[in-house]
């Protein structure tokens, strides 16, 4: 059993997600993080292109 | 020839005092009035605080940036808003005391026709018995607020490692007042002080835990998020408290410090019960409140409540009507940032006042509220300085027919990436997106957020990510060719 999984028999860390081996390799993986990044990316770019369509023009006499 | 001056250097001064320059400082007078020289990129002070990156490494001067794009830079305070002028002349002025070498303790009038709050917070460690005083932080624990606090904290901290090669050390890292917001630095702090005594081989013998108002860890004074992870919805809470448990680090939540002394530190919890904690090393962040200053009208009559909120903020476009949490729209938020009273002043970044919290308000038996503050620094800070400049610039150029730029948090995204190790092989970073940044129940009345555009992920990658912004941020404030293409 590795370390952080014996953190699991305390109280206070029982009702939280384990992370499993593979999760643990993927984390620090180049090839599947260089992935994780252009997906990131790509939501990024979302939510920057949805900001500039939110902003709206008002007039300043209002 | 019109006069703009902005209040501040920060994430949002800066941001506007740039752009007002490059787009109208040839035609027009801005001027920026901050205490400090330099310019700090906050989010990377979490990283002078372990060491793992130098204080000059997340500073550099603006006078010299400032002359590159016709802004002329004040190395002084703001103290006072005459927003009416004085009884000799209608032209409205602020009163500044100069901290420049040359000029120290000099007071100027400096008129405008237009004026951006961009203040930021003043650091309130008086709030809190033990922890500081109206000067600054006290000696009992450290800050990571500015990169002399973060220095401080760094050399504190090995000071500590190093004494855990041969004794117990207990370490205390989050939030000092129940009303504090910024829990996203010290969530930082914690993860790469677990990373560092790890890799100095004394994880053993230091405990360390988490201790802030949350009324759970990932609440982030968002009312916490759900975050698209494959293909689940997973709540922050759940998200934070596994990678706390996967380090071995304890938390205590719901609490208000209301004492520091050395080495102890007295809490409330919100059934109003009082503990304590005993620590080694504490970083603990301080309440936040404006910087205190004073409106006077054209008779010399202080009119401060009529520009500010109690808690020296801001008032601008926001629905500030006392409402219960069931009641809280998407628009009661701001949305031009202008003043109600007084049309040609904006507040911008965290000197604007929220109209309340973002999270669910709670109050401890003993009457202490114990709720965090809304957080308003980095991207939407940037974001709103930038539509703030831009109606100041349709101001000046529209006359009559002038548009102002809308900004609001409740349509307006935000990305964050949060350090949790470093190592260009060995980093973690946690890496979100979050649409909008305060829910809109009526939009989406699931979560209050768009669930396909609230996404997160840990790995190497944020670590890589956080380093990537390090350098592109700092590039962008610097003005250096094609700074304008970088999102804000």
Redesign the interface.
Known sequence: ME??EK??R?P??K?????GPLMKF?????I???I??AM?GL??I???V??KR????????R | MAQIVIMGAGVAGHAAATILGDAIGAEHKIIVVAPNSHWNYIPSNVWVGTGTMKKEEVLFPLRPIYEQVNVDFRQAKAISIHPEGKEESDTPFITVEYVDPDRQGETEEIPYDYLINATGPKLNFAKTPGLGDENGIGEHTVSICSADHATHAHQRLDEMLERARSTKQKVLIGTSDGTCTCQGAAFEYILNVEQKARKMGVRDNVEIKWISNEPYIGDFGMDGLHLGVAGYAISSK?FG??L?????I??ITDAHVSKVEEGRLEYELIDGTMHEESFDFAMLIPQFTGVGLKAYDKAGEEITDELFMPNGFMKVDADYTPKSYEEWKAGDWP??YQNPSY?NIFAAGIAFAPPHPISEPRKSPNGTPITPAPPRTGMPSA?IAE?VAH?II??LRDG?????????MA?????CVASAAVGW??G?GV?F?V?PIVKDYDKYPGTGRDTL?T?G?????GH??KTALHYMFIYKAKVKPGWKII?G
């Open positions: 370390n952080s953190n699991f305390d206070q860390f009702t939280t997600m384990i992370p993927a984390r620090q993986c180049i599947f993080q260089l994780g990044m990131f939501r990024s979302i939510v920057i949805t900001n939110n902003t709206r023009q008002v007039p300043a006499n | 759940l408290e596994s706390f448990a996967e380090r071995g304890h938390w949305v031009t049309k974001t539509a109606s349709s101001l009559e027919s002038a548009k102002l730029t809308t900004a609001s349509e307006m995204g935000a990305l092989k060995a973690q890496s997106t649409y555009r996404f992920s840990i790995g190497l990658y890589w990510l999102p």
